[in-house]
């Protein structure tokens, strides 16, 4: 009977998270202020008081999440994780609860990989796609036919849980491979708001700039295994974490498999750290039987 402790990614922020932390935890006021330091703007005002738009700028979003999912944890968790995972952007979150990275340094590496997909979806219009009730396996063929036909990028990019995997690649790309998906039977195949292909080829730029800052980086040995996206398996060794790490902005987020190992590892208890509650309902998804809870 182990815990693994859970970080979000991108999507789950809003307008007024971390407030209450900030509010009734001195050291989640102490955090956030060192946060707004390290930054050099007051991200704490946009997390309390800012507009949806403003919140959705990619270098407020990813350090936004960041800071709330590890101040909760901080400050709320009852007990140490026996594992730890993140979806995304999480996996920074999850590298902090498991010790691997201090949260000055994880903050600073979060800031450099937000700006640098920013700057690599301004560079090509790309986008990403989420496709219902088709089967992994057949929406990988999909994107491999449409890849080998058109020339396009389109990959398979987040696992999310059984029967939504989110695909992402090139404007054209996507717009053959959702067609191609409804007509193989996809229940939907929707086109998402988001800013560019993430966990495609197409951040490669970001990738390469991200990997100069990670290399410079302390990283210490956890003190606990973390399952990675780019894996799905535990990983204990700090330099196999660096370089899954580095290969996650252009490798795809298998969530599904990551807690199909933590089950399989013997978690029965799964606590969300941060904003919002995708994945505990991902987490359900997958495997009904855990408990499932949230802090922050």
């Keep these: 009977m182990s815990h693994a402790f859970i970080f979000p990614g991108q999507g789950s922020q809003f307008s007024g998270m971390g407030k209450s932390l900030y509010d009734t935890h001195e050291k989640a006021k102490q955090m956030m202020e060192a946060a707004n330091d390290i930054l050099g703007f007051r991200i704490t005002d946009i997390m309390f008081s800012g507009s ?3 919140l959705k700028q990619t ?3 990813q350090p936004a999440i960041f800071i709330h999912s590890v101040v ?10 026996d594992m730890v995972a993140g979806h995304s952007l999480g996996e920074f979150s999850a590298l902090v609860a498991n010790k691997v990275l201090s949260y000055e340094d994880a903050l600073r590496l979060v800031s450099v990989r937000a700006e640098a997909m920013q700057k690599a979806c ?3 219009p790309s986008t990403m796609a989420a496709v219902l009730a088709l089967a992994d396996d057949k929406v990988e063929e999909i994107c491999k036919q449409i890849q080998g036909s058109s020339g396009e990028v389109v990959v398979p990019a987040n696992y999310n849980c059984p029967g939504q995997l989110v695909i992402s690649g090139s404007v054209k790309g996507i717009e053959l491979a959702c067609a191609a998906m409804k007509e193989a039977g996809a229940k939907r195949a929707l086109v998402l708001s988001v800013g560019g292909a993430f ?4 951040m490669e730029s970001a990738r390469e700039e991200l990997k100069a800052k990670i290399e410079s980086t302390l990283f210490n040995d956890p003190s606990c295994p973390i399952y990675q996206n780019v894996v799905a398996k535990a990983v204990s060794d700090k330099e196999d974490i660096k370089q899954n790490l580095i290969a ?3 490798g795809a987020v298998k969530w599904t498999q990551s807690v199909q190992a933590m089950v399989g590892d013997g978690a029965t ?3 969300e750290c941060g904003p919002g509650k995708v994945l505990q309902g991902l987490v359900q998804k997958v495997h ?3 408990l499932t809870e949230g802090i922050g």
Excluded: G, Y
């Design 52 to 54: 949806e738009e403003a």
């Design 59 to 61: 270098n407020v979003t």
């Design 72 to 81: 909760a944890f901080e400050c709320l968790a009852e007990q140490k994780p």
């Design 122 to 124: 301004l560079s090509q």
């Design 199 to 202: 966990h495609s080829p197409l």
């Design 248 to 250: 996650q902005l252009t």
């Design 269 to 271: 208890q799964f606590t």
């Design 288 to 290: 009904k039987e855990v």
